[in-house]
């Protein structure tokens, strides 16, 4: 093998190294974690490791695959961190949690029939009953001045990123019997929207998208365990 060959694959092989280093850096700035339980849920017992949130219990027993309506709450702030709470302002709260709910119910009219959070649920409808538990800024002066520093990929070391914790639970609508509960905490969000107009303009995209992937994850939470109730009966 000729030395030029040699260099040249080198090269390729450190410009490889280089964009898996960025991928990992931007994967660590968005992860998700436990959160701590903020006393919406009551009983946290039950809850284990899962695959859409952090933590999950879903009923074995209970019967998803009749649900063909869903009917969403109003998203729940009273159990807000107090700490979190005096950083932000009630207003910027308020909006989050009506965005919460409005993606929740955009997300899941696409498989099922969504009813007004005021209508009467029935033996068909899945109730879900999501709270924002706390939630913060990205810094964007922080990130803006770590930006202009010349030190390469710094500012993928330093980076300061929104959060937010959430907890919901799925009740029946006939009888109110609880069959689903999730909580998480995550910190930024892996997209575009996020990593740019998030760390650089606007201090709450974070918080809006993290609040957008749970609408998402609770609508593949409850077809998966529509697929399993499908599959035992």
């Known amino acids: 093998m000729s030395v030029s060959r040699i260099i040249h694959m080198k090269k390729i092989a450190k410009s490889h190294?280089?964009?898996?280093?960025?991928?990992?850096?931007?994967f660590l700035n968005s992860c998700a974690s436990i959160a701590s339980h903020s006393g919406?849920?009551?009983?946290?017992?039950?809850?284990?490791s899962g695959v859409d949130f952090k933590e999950e219990f879903f009923d074995p027993a209970a019967n998803f695959s009749k649900y063909?309506?869903?009917?969403?709450?109003?998203?729940?702030?009273?159990?807000?961190?107090?700490?979190?709470?005096?950083?932000?302002?009630?207003?910027?709260?308020?909006?989050?949690?009506?965005?919460?709910?409005?993606?929740?119910?955009?997300?899941?009219?696409?498989?099922?029939?969504?009813?007004?959070?005021?209508?009467?649920?029935?033996?068909?409808?899945?109730?879900?009953?999501?709270?924002?538990?706390?939630?913060?800024?990205?810094?964007?002066?922080?990130n803006w001045a770590v930006l202009l520093i010349p030190i390469?990929?710094?500012?993928?070391?330093?980076?300061?990123?929104?959060?937010?914790?959430?907890?919901?639970?799925?009740?029946?609508?006939?009888?109110?019997?609880?069959?689903?509960?999730?909580?998480?905490?995550?910190?930024?969000?892996?997209?575009?929207?996020?990593i740019f107009i998030g760390s650089y303009v606007d201090p709450f995209t974070h918080a809006e998208e993290i609040l957008n992937t749970w609408a998402k994850h609770l609508l593949e939470f409850v077809e998966t365990r529509q697929t399993q109730s499908a599959s035992i009966r």
Request: net charge neutral; hydrophobic share 45%; aromatic share 8%.
């Open 152 to 194: 390469p990929f710094l500012s993928l070391v330093i980076n300061s990123s929104g959060s937010a914790s959430f907890e919901a639970k799925m009740t029946d609508g006939a009888t109110g019997k609880l069959l689903a509960t999730t909580v998480e905490r995550r910190r930024g969000n892996f997209d575009l929207k996020s």
């Open 40 to 48: 919406f849920l009551e009983n946290y017992t039950p809850l284990q």
């Open 68 to 142: 063909t309506k869903v009917k969403v709450t109003p998203t729940n702030i009273k159990f807000f961190d107090p700490e979190k709470k005096a950083e932000l302002e009630l207003a910027d709260i308020d909006r989050l949690a009506l965005l919460f709910s409005s993606d929740i119910e955009c997300v899941f009219a696409e498989k099922f029939l969504v009813i007004h959070a005021a209508a009467k649920a029935d033996e068909r409808t899945l109730v879900i009953s999501p709270a924002i538990t706390s939630a913060t800024k990205a810094n964007i002066l922080l």
């Open 17 to 26: 190294a280089v964009y898996f280093l960025i991928v990992a850096l931007l």
